[in-house]
């Protein structure tokens, strides 16, 4: 075969999907969670986090996502409760500066919804965690949801009786815009 008509059908042969590289956008994401205390829902973000995304939606398999969380940053527009979250008890920033998620796989179910399964790791428990994925492309831009809700306790977050009005269950949720690399 002559390498002319060679270089021709390789042309012609669809190359499968890549996975893009993405920047996020740190002044429009955001990365936040919802708990209860005493019975009262309230919301707290963190205002430091970088991430590293490289997805495409029409394969997600080859995906990844790796989040690293400065737990210092995070705030609840409450100043007793924030110096709570930051302390021992909590996320203890002191020992235990960041929180990271990595992605070990991504599922496509029957109704076409997206998972993304991985690691997360908060002070020093790493645990198992499976995140709602919602990405929608449109040319050099995206957009990045993700939710979960976490037991706080598996990571030993107010583990200690005095939290018993901390409700065990935490919604995380991020929004993440990103930008073509």
């Known amino acids: 075969m002559s390498r002319p008509l060679l270089a021709l059908l390789l042309m012609l042969v669809p190359l499968g999907a890549q996975a893009r590289d993405w920047q996020v956008d740190a002044a429009k994401s955001s990365l936040g969670f919802t708990a209860v205390y005493d019975g009262e829902s309230f919301d707290g973000r963190f205002a ?65 919804a997206v998972t993304a399964e991985g690691t997360l790791t908060i002070r020093d428990r790493s645990r198992p965690v499976r995140l709602k994925v919602v990405f ?10 993700v939710q979960t809700t976490l037991q706080r306790t598996d990571f030993d977050l107010g583990a200690g009786s005095d939290w018993n009005d ?16």
């Not at 929608?136 to 949801?145: F, I, M, P, Q, V």
């Not at 901390?166 to 690399?181: A, E, I, N, P, Q």
Request: net charge negative; no cysteine.
């Open 48 to 112: 430091k986090f970088t991430a590293a995304i490289r997805y495409d939606a029409a394969d997600p398999a080859s995906g990844r996502f790796e989040v690293t969380v400065d737990t210092a940053s995070v705030t609840t527009r409450n100043d007793e409760r924030d110096e709570s979250l930051t302390g021992s008890d909590f996320f203890d920033v002191a020992k235990f500066p960041k929180a990271h998620f990595q992605t070990t796989a991504f599922k496509v179910g029957s109704d076409g």
């Open 136 to 145: 929608a492309e449109s040319g050099a831009t995206a957009t990045l949801d």
């Open 166 to 181: 901390v409700g065990k269950d935490v919604v995380v949720k991020g929004h993440l815009v990103l930008t073509g690399g």
